[in-house]
């Protein structure tokens, strides 16, 4: 019985797209290039099952060039981000923010500066809420 498709791009997708948010679009060649000098060596027909695969998934687009295809991302890093982290904050932390920022908190040695800037945008937050 095949897996039903994720909602979030996979570990390994999720390698790929970021690649292509650099530079996009690309050939299979120089995406598989760019996995291998990331520590990531994948066999070229594996790349081009894992391309195809997320096309089918509407996270790519495919275009051919030539004899090669040429492949781009459909979807924003800032969508994948608000995707994975919505995600975690409903599934692990039940929708609460506060419980989500004191995990980070106790997970995290955050530097004065982060702080500042973290409280500078809480306050913008809370002028906005109560305008």
Known sequence: ?????????????????????????????????ALARSGR??????VITTLNTMVKKRILTRKKDGKAFLFSP?????????SVLGDVINRVF??????????????N???HGELKELRK???ERMKENNT
């Open 74 to 82: 459909r979807i924003t890093r800032e969508q994948v981000s608000q």
């Open 121 to 123: 945008l809480i306050d």
């Open 109 to 111: 040695d955050i530097k």
């Open 41 to 46: 060596d994948i066999a070229h027909t594996s």
């Open 1 to 33: 019985m095949a897996r039903p498709a994720a909602e979030q791009p996979t570990e390994l997708e999720l390698q790929f797209l970021k690649i292509l948010w650099e530079k996009s679009p690309q050939p299979v060649r120089e995406i598989r290039d």
């Open 94 to 107: 039940d929708g609460s923010a506060k419980a989500v920022l004191l995990g980070i908190f106790e997970h």
